[in-house]
């Protein structure tokens, strides 16, 4: 099952968060086939990189960056060749449904479900899930 990550979730694993220490191990055994674009990929390298988020993190630089190296390592690139534009609340998170629709994506997964409503475009094969949400969907 093909998925994407919104880069919050690899934070929060990166912070100790259970559900999304699941996900992302999950994606590394290759039970999801996690997928990654330009953007998406330019943005979890950012983000990561920034320190004030990662004051208390249990993983220091270094094991971030091995951590989506590892993680970059079982995800399919895909390239977005029409856009789509939802024009979601937050302009950032367009690129995410563009990458989920180009890849054919069966969730996206992200702690931000909030920004993904009143879309003016709607795939209804996407499902936005968090990361609890997610998983209790797939094990029931």
């Not at 998925?3 to 039970?31: E, Y």
């Not at 992200?110 to 993904?116: E, V």
Request: with cysteine; proline share 4%.
């Amino acid at each position: 099952m093909k998925i994407i990550l919104d880069t919050n979730i690899l934070v929060a694993a990166c912070m100790g968060s259970k559900p999304a220490n699941t996900i992302v191990a999950q994606c590394l055994q290759g039970l999801y086939q996690p997928i990654v674009g330009t953007t998406l990929l330019n943005e979890y390298e950012t983000v990561l990189l920034r320190e004030e988020i990662f004051v208390n993190c249990r993983l220091n630089a270094t094991e971030r960056e091995e951590l989506l190296n590892i993680f970059l390592a079982n995800c399919q690139w895909v390239q977005i060749y029409y856009a789509w534009r939802p024009n979601l609340i937050d302009e950032g998170d367009n690129h995410l449904i563009e990458l989920a629709v180009a890849g054919n994506a069966r969730y996206l997964i992200t702690r931000n479900t909030r920004d993904f409503h009143n879309a003016q475009l709607n795939f209804p094969q996407l499902a936005i899930r968090t990361p609890e949400n997610f998983l209790q969907e797939i094990f029931q």
